[in-house]
């Protein structure tokens, strides 16, 4: 099981690839960055049975814009860690996945809210594109209601 540290207090902490909620720290309870890998066999569980809003990168070993937008996609699990989870797809280990989601190129970047694909986008980016690209996908799919939560 993949660990990783906790930003709030660098506690390591044993995060599953598929959980109910979304994981958090064991020891100060913080949530914790959820980044997870799945294939054809595992997607369905790891990714559309998510909690959490899902961030796929469906990536090649070949690729090397996959290689810099990977720690970029890093960055944004931390900063949006209880908020999204990182999902990354090897397609040449996933063909059926490359298929469904017909990707011409790689990196493609998904994001799935409860399954369902709201945002696209290929090619790398930096982190802070990244999480705006993101921030912007999830606001869109969630709707007005999510902006005005702090009214009743
Ligand atoms: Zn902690």
């Known amino acids: 099981m993949p660990t990783v540290a906790c930003t709030n207090c660098c506690r390591t902490n044993r995060v ?3 959980a109910e909620g979304s994981p958090r720290c064991g020891n100060c309870r ?9 294939g054809d066999a595992d997607f369905g569980e790891v990714a559309e049975q998510a909690s959490l809003p899902v961030l796929v990168d469906l990536w090649a070993t070949w690729c090397g814009p996959c290689r810099m937008v990977s720690p970029a996609l890093e960055q944004v699990a931390k900063d949006l860690a209880g908020r999204i989870k990182l999902v990354k797809v090897d397609i040449d280990k996933s063909p059926a996945l490359a298929r469904r989601f017909e990707v011409q190129a ?4 998904l994001i799935l809210d409860r399954g369902r694909p709201v945002a696209r986008q290929t090619g790398a980016a930096p982190a802070n594109a990244l999480r705006r690209w993101v921030g912007e996908s999830l606001s869109a799919s969630r709707g007005p209601a999510d902006s005005t939560s702090g009214s009743p």
């Open 106 to 109: 790689v990196p493609t970047l």
């Open 16 to 18: 599953p690839a598929a």
């Open 30 to 38: 913080a949530p914790l960055p959820w980044i997870a890998e799945a």
